[in-house]
Antibody
């Protein structure tokens, strides 16, 4: 059974930093692209960042480029999102999701972790 | 970036109704389209991938069609557990983008 456990969400002031973690199990983590997807309260889904299996390719949505950094540790089956210069509009539930490259879809989701940016 | 739109933004329907949701991409995405269902407070659930392939375990009343820029998700006979918000998502190119969602609620 696939399990994705996100952690690290918290209340942080604008301009602050936070590091999210995702512990993955139940699948071959090192074989999958991994993604962070977020959802602001009462809003839709937004793809945030993707990382290739070996970490050699990374992609970001324009709104977080230069502020967020996605990384992974395949030995620990873990995904990370370093978030700097946080803004109020970064407030959201953040989901860690394995990307099925062959079908272009996300079949397994964790419960998400809530990041609140507020003064 | 590829922009995704959905219509309608919301629909009121009754149990047993046939419901159709439309998704349009700003440029051709072949069949690189997925559909998700999300209920309040829950993570999204994959329903359809590759425009028309039913995800394992998803009831057959859900179906997807389309290619290029225009796609549809059809629920053939709405059930009580189907009241939720539905999102489309393109995977033709990064950044991956989602549609704004269609809320299906009780009439």
């Amino acid at each position: 059974e696939v399990q994705l456990v996100e952690s690290g969400g918290d209340l942080v002031q604008p301009g602050g930093s936070l590091r999210l973690s995702c512990a993955a199990s139940g699948f071959t983590f090192s074989s999958y692209w991994m993604t962070w997807v977020r959802q602001a309260p009462g809003r839709g889904l937004e793809w945030v960042a993707n990382i290739k299996q070996d970490g050699s390719e990374k992609y970001y949505v324009d709104s977080v480029k230069g502020r967020f950094s996605i990384s992974r540790d395949n030995a620990k089956n873990s995904l990370y999102l370093q978030m700097n210069s946080l803004r109020v509009e970064d407030t959201a539930v953040y989901y860690c999701v394995p990307y099925s490259y062959g079908s272009g879809s996300y079949g397994d989701w964790g419960q998400g972790t809530l990041v609140t940016v507020s003064s | 970036d590829i922009q995704m739109t959905q219509s309608p933004s919301s629909v009121s329907a009754s149990v047993g109704d046939r419901v159709t949701i439309t998704c349009r991409a700003s440029q051709g995405i072949s069949s690189w389209l997925a559909w998700y269902q999300q209920k309040p407070g829950k993570a999204p659930k994959l329903l359809i991938y590759a425009a028309s392939s039913l995800q394992s375990g998803v009831p057959s009343r859900f179906s997807g069609s389309g290619s290029g820029t225009d796609f549809t998700l059809t629920i053939s006979s709405l059930q009580p557990e189907d009241f939720a918000t539905y999102y489309c998502q393109q995977a033709k190119s990064f950044p991956i983008t989602f549609g704004p969602g269609t809320k299906v609620d009780i009439k």
